[in-house]
């Protein structure tokens, strides 16, 4: 079988002993080829390259010593990476990258901070690509220490200087909640680039502080200043502050205007991610009406800016439009919902009383094995317990195919809040403490009220 590529033709020969492959041995040929094993992720192909360099006496040159790492980390074989670097003799930088990349692509975290501190003990020394890799894996693991490690020695060899592994150790700083470090770093950075800027605004967007205060004014302000202009990762995390009941709307409505005007929304995914925070921050200002122009003004929607549309129909009380989208999306578009879809109509299912409707939603939950989510079984019990279908919302209390957990409880007990059935309130209660659930404050609240309509205020 004769396989025909761009650059070259690649002859594979089979039969009955043996199965073996040869080009014409030129370098550029294997190096092609490599690209195109790490390209389909063939750990076959990977394999016959290997075996190539091996026979033209290339088994020494690093530079595809690193390409073959780098195809066989791709392969998920780490094994065949740590051989193929074992056996080079003279290690350059490149070679402890590409294995150290290698295995942080494959989530092997030890073993990462292992080839690190022996990358330190040896003649070579880490580049600012080593210590982005390991500063990003700290951050995704939450390894201050290791990521204080980085950080000393990017200081000690002056690379904190770059602009891309200062911004890594910053973000890694954050992900630990060191947010004094964070701020201090970027203070003391020589050249800021946008990503700079977001890694502290977005800082603030995880603290959970949504009321858009002086400080976030003033660091876009002061980003501006520097003659930097806000990118679609500024305006998505801002955008959520904007949609607070605090007159800050205005300011949703001028980053919308700066979207526009700066082309941001050019490509298919900043399209739909910024359409989805657009929709949900008109969605949260009353402005249903604005949230559905950009919905339809959406080139290329997907399950998630229907979700956001339909959450937003949901929040401002429609909950006819908001079900009828969610058919919509199904039969005219052809777009299957996912599990934040169901959680998401199953409220407008109890608004409307459609007990047919929440039925249907269960049984695509089935269908599509989703039904051992709890968060979408939470949502299932609570519709049921609101259409006035108790039987059914116990059924699934019951059902061992998810792990109830202190809001399943909740759920069940404000059902029978609802229905003034206090005696099976009280008993489920007493259960939940028995198994060891801490009540909050709902849980509480629904026992009461149900004491409270069935008469047993003593």
Request: neutral net charge.
């Amino acid at each position: 079988m004769i396989l025909f590529f761009p650059w070259k033709t690649f002859i594979q020969v089979n039969s009955r002993h043996y199965a073996s492959s040869h080009a014409f041995v030129h370098s550029d040929n294997l190096l092609q080829f490599l690209h195109f094993s790490i390209n389909l992720k063939s750990l076959q192909l990977t394999r016959e390259c290997h075996a190539q360099i091996l026979s033209v006496g290339y088994d020494q040159n690093a530079y595809f010593a690193a390409k073959l790492i780098s195809a066989y980390s791709t392969c998920g074989d780490t094994l065949h990476s740590q051989i193929v670097f074992n056996k080079i003799r003279h290690k350059n930088v490149y070679l402890w990258n590409a294995l150290i990349n290698g295995f942080a692509k494959n989530h092997l975290v030890n073993e990462v901070f292992c080839l690190f501190k022996k990358m330190c003990k040896s003649n070579e020394y880490p580049d600012e690509f080593t210590l982005s890799t390991v500063s990003k894996l700290s951050s995704e693991h939450k390894e201050l220490l290791q990521g204080k490690t980085i950080h000393c020695k990017s200081v000690r060899t002056g690379l904190v200087l770059d602009t891309v592994l200062a911004n890594s150790i910053m973000s890694m700083y954050c992900k630990c909640e060191e947010y004094f470090e964070s701020r201090k770093l970027f203070d003391e950075m020589p050249h800021r680039s946008v990503a700079s800027w977001n890694v502290l605004i977005c800082a603030f967007a995880v603290l959970g502080d949504y009321r858009l205060n002086e400080a976030i004014l003033d660091l876009v302000r002061y980003m501006q200043i520097e003659g930097l202009k806000p990118d679609a990762f500024t305006v998505s995390t801002l955008l959520p502050f904007c949609g607070a009941d605090d007159g800050k709307y205005v300011y949703g409505r001028e980053l919308h205007c700066h979207v526009l005007k700066n082309n941001l929304n050019s490509d298919s995914y900043t399209d739909v991610h910024l359409g989805c925070c657009l929709i949900d921050m008109y969605s949260k200002s009353d402005k249903i009406i604005f949230a559905r122009r950009v919905f339809d003004r959406l080139e290329r929607g997907n399950v998630f800016s229907w979700t956001s549309m339909i959450n937003g129909y949901e929040r401002n009380g429609d909950s006819s439009e908001a079900f009828n989208l969610f058919r919509k999306m199904q039969l005219r578009y052809k777009i299957e919902p996912n599990r934040v879809s169901l959680i998401t109509v199953l409220p407008a299912c109890s608004s409307l009383a459609g007990l047919l409707y929440g039925k249907q939603v269960h049984g695509f939950a089935i269908r599509k094995q989703m039904n051992d989510e709890v968060s979408l079984c939470n949502a299932l019990i609570d519709m049921y317990s609101k259409c006035g279908s108790l039987n059914y919302a116990r059924q699934l209390f019951e059902d061992g195919s998810f792990c109830n957990d202190s809001i399943t409880w909740s759920s069940m007990i404000s059902g029978y809040g609802l229905h003034g059935n206090g005696d099976e309130a009280i008993l489920l209660y007493d259960q939940m403490l028995h198994a060891g659930m801490k009540p909050d404050v709902i849980t509480v609240v629904g026992v009461l009220s149900a004491c409270g309509k069935a008469g047993l205020q003593s």
